[in-house]
């Protein structure tokens, strides 16, 4: 029963880290989507907006609560290697943030500071895309949930169904392999 029980813990503990970092990820997830389309403002607008400082305020927010929730984990042996690189995607998320705000009063798109944006926007990316390998249920997208597979109809021959709550042909996306 020994062996048993100390698996049971381990698995357990796996169980319980995978929520905490579940919520984790999610957070990092939409703040890098949030600082993603502030890099894209700040490369393609002329014009500094408020709004888009509102949007970096709310993004600073959520990178220490990010940082907060990923230091808060408490990864497991077999967790460990996923919990760097969600430690990874904290610091280069909050690494983005304070370029994004060194990026706010330049004037000339090839300043370099542009380049350490993208950069750090890229290694939170990378980092967020190795947990989805590292553990189950770590994915960034889920083509089901998103709108356009719920409200399009269906169309002729490509097998996509307007309800993609079903499951067509094992794909729980609704999008069905057009090969036979």
């Given at each position: 029963?020994?062996?048993?029980?100390?698996?049971?813990?381990?698995?357990?503990?796996?169980?319980?880290?995978?929520?905490?970092?579940?919520?984790?990820?999610?957070?990092?997830?939409?703040?890098?989507?949030?600082?993603?389309?502030?890099?894209?403002?700040?490369?393609?607008?002329?014009?500094?907006?408020?709004?888009?400082?509102?949007?970096?305020?709310?993004?600073?927010?959520?990178?220490?609560?990010?940082?907060?929730?990923?230091?808060?984990?408490?990864?497991?042996?077999?967790?460990?290697?996923?919990?760097h690189h969600m430690r990874g995607a904290a610091e280069t998320l909050?690494?983005?943030?304070?370029?994004?705000?060194?990026?706010?009063?330049?004037?000339?798109?090839?300043?370099?500071?542009?380049?350490?944006?993208?950069?750090?926007?890229?290694?939170?990316?990378?980092?967020?895309?190795?947990?989805?390998?590292?553990?189950?249920?770590?994915?960034?997208?889920?083509?089901?949930?998103?709108?356009?597979?719920?409200?399009?109809?269906?169309?002729?021959?490509?097998?996509?169904?307007?309800?993609?709550?079903?499951?067509?042909?094992?794909?729980?996306?609704?999008?069905?392999?057009?090969?036979?």
């Amino acid at each position: 029963m020994g062996v048993y029980s100390c698996v049971g813990v381990t698995e357990q503990s796996l169980l319980r880290y995978a929520d905490a970092a579940r919520d984790a990820q999610r957070l990092i997830s939409q703040t890098l989507t949030q600082l993603s389309g502030y890099a894209l403002f700040l490369l393609t607008s002329r014009r500094q907006a408020a709004l888009a400082e509102g949007a970096l305020a709310g993004a600073r927010q959520a990178v220490m609560q990010a940082a907060e929730a990923v230091r808060a984990l408490q990864a497991p042996e077999p967790a460990a290697h996923h919990y760097h690189h969600m430690r990874g995607a904290a610091e280069t998320l909050m690494e983005a943030c304070a370029a994004a705000t060194a990026c706010r009063g330049a004037q000339d798109r090839s300043d370099k500071r542009f380049d350490t944006l993208t950069r750090a926007l890229r290694a939170t990316s990378d980092h967020l895309r190795a947990t989805t390998r590292l553990l189950p249920g770590f994915e960034l997208v889920d083509f089901g949930q998103a709108c356009c597979a719920t409200h399009a109809p269906r169309l002729s021959g490509q097998g996509i169904e307007s309800n993609s709550r079903k499951s067509v042909s094992g794909s729980p996306s609704g999008i069905a392999s057009t090969r036979r």
